[in-house]
């Protein structure tokens, strides 16, 4: 196989054996698929699941889309080229509970072609992160302890280069550089060379894909069962407010969505189903919810 259908075979089966893991966490709820086409190339599988034991929304989708290189791009995204093709998988879970975390993650891989079909240029991104509505402390060592192991397989510089990346991704800088949440791995823009080569970034988002199930099933198997009131879920809906603000705002990912006429309904999945915003609002201090809030606001090395 190419280059191409290996990253698109292996994105497709992270898809089915990611939702496998959520359906049996959950007990209840089963995704529901819906295929989609893109008018000028491509499609995608958005994959929803909803109002389960213990997911109230989520979303596990792919997509494998491709077209000529519009103005726009050259303008707002900086790509140079004839052609583009891109494929990557897109997952967003938001709990009932709020003793459980939301999660996200995203996997791609990007390529660039010239007039003659030729790959000018070829780029992988991607990473996971862990947005809990209150602190465990346990819950974050282990999340972030099984991404550095990931790294470390393949490179002892990565999981500091990338946790950094990822604390300063998922910022809303307009609420003084508040974060989404407490972070995780995130990297970017990286293109083979003679050092790390195709294959190798293709395993190390392999290793990453999969390491989503160890990192989070066990946190939600050990939370989903907490008793919670309706102040816990005023609460979460607060921090929802703040995952909205980021998605809708900062979040590259959903600015090329919809900049490339990206389907909507699979790009606005990640937004939560009840959100607040209400005015000036601040936790007590000294409360658990500001020990979540502080987390956000300074990151912290967890391993």
């Known amino acids: 196989m190419s280059i191409k259908e290996n990253w698109v075979h292996f994105i497709l089966q992270l898809q089915n054996d990611i939702c496998h893991a959520l359906e049996k966490c959950d007990g209840k709820a089963k995704f529901i698929e819906d295929a989609w086409d893109r008018p000028e190339g491509g499609g995608g599988k958005t994959r929803v699941i909803a109002n389960g034991n213990v997911f109230e929304k989520g979303g596990v989708n792919t997509s494998i889309v491709y077209g000529d290189v519009t103005a726009a791009m050259r303008t707002q995204l900086k790509i140079e080229g004839a052609t583009w093709f891109a494929c990557g998988l897109s997952l967003v879970i938001h709990p009932f509970n709020p003793f459980v975390p939301t999660v996200h ?10 007039e ?32 550095k192991n990931v790294c470390d397989d393949f490179d002892t510089s990565f999981y500091a280069q990338f946790k950094a990346e990822c604390d300063d991704y998922f910022v809303n800088w307009h609420r003084n550089k508040e974060r989404r949440g407490i972070g995780g ?13 195709v294959h190798f970034w293709m395993n190390f988002a392999r290793s990453c894909g999969y390491a989503f199930i160890d990192a989070y099933i066990p946190i939600v198997e050990k939370r989903k069962n907490i ?11 607060i ?20 900049k490339t006429n990206g389907r909507i309904e699979s790009i606005l999945m990640s937004l939560p189903p009840t959100v607040r915003f209400e005015y000036n609002y601040h936790p ?13 606001l300074h990151p912290r090395d967890w391993v």
Not at 138 to 144: K, V
């Open 185 to 197: 791995i995130f990297y970017d823009y990286k293109r083979p060379d003679d050092d790390k080569d």
């Open 227 to 237: 008793p919670f009131n309706a102040e816990h879920k005023h609460w979460q809906e």
């Open 284 to 296: 007590k201090e000294g409360s658990e919810e500001d020990k979540l809030l502080q987390a956000c």
């Open 116 to 147: 003659k079909e030729e790959v000018i240029d070829r780029w992988f991104g991607g990473g996971t992160d862990l947005t809990p509505y209150y602190l465990f402390e346990e819950d974050a060592i282990h999340f972030h302890q099984t991404y």
């Open 105 to 114: 993650a995203n996997y791609r891989m990007f390529e660039l072609y010239n």
């Open 239 to 258: 921090r929802r407010g703040r995952y909205t603000e980021f998605n809708l705002v900062h979040d590259r990912g959903t600015l090329f969505g919809l």
